[in-house]
């Protein structure tokens, strides 16, 4: 089992950057495979993206691809979500993920742990 706590989110102008944090509780972080979602108000839960369990492998949602990096340093039990370019449309709950499924899921029900979610606003 892992616990899971984001961090860094807030408000920022379009255009701007963040960078979020998901910090994993146990010896067993590098178990698993993490995912960030989000969720704007009244909208389903939306995959961003997700890294491999090693950090090897990464895949992005094409709504962020080019402006959002997925890193891990598993020695810290922690993964990022770097995020530029930030845009209006970006505005919602952001949540980190875990799973022990050896390929990267893009669907909420594959993944078995769930972080708070901490909230990014970007105003125009």
């Known amino acids: 089992q892992v616990q899971l706590v984001e961090s860094g989110g807030g408000l920022v102008q379009a255009g701007g950057s963040l960078r979020l944090s998901c910090a994993g509780s146990g010896r067993t972080f590098s178990s698993y495979a993490m995912g960030w979602f989000r969720q704007a108000p009244g909208k389903e839960r939306e995959f961003v993206g997700a890294?491999?369990?090693?950090?090897?492998?990464?895949y992005y949602a094409d709504s962020v691809k080019g402006r959002f990096t997925i890193s891990r340093d598993n020695a810290k039990n922690t993964v990022y979500l770097r995020m530029n370019s930030l845009k209006p449309e970006d505005t919602a709950v952001y949540y980190c993920?875990?799973?022990?499924?050896?390929?990267?899921?893009?669907?909420?029900?594959?993944?078995?742990?769930w972080g708070q979610g901490t909230q990014v606003t970007v105003s125009s």
């Open positions: 890294i491999t369990r090693g950090g090897g492998s990464t």
């Open positions: 993920a875990a799973t022990l499924r050896l390929q990267i899921g893009t669907r909420p029900q594959e993944y078995n742990y």
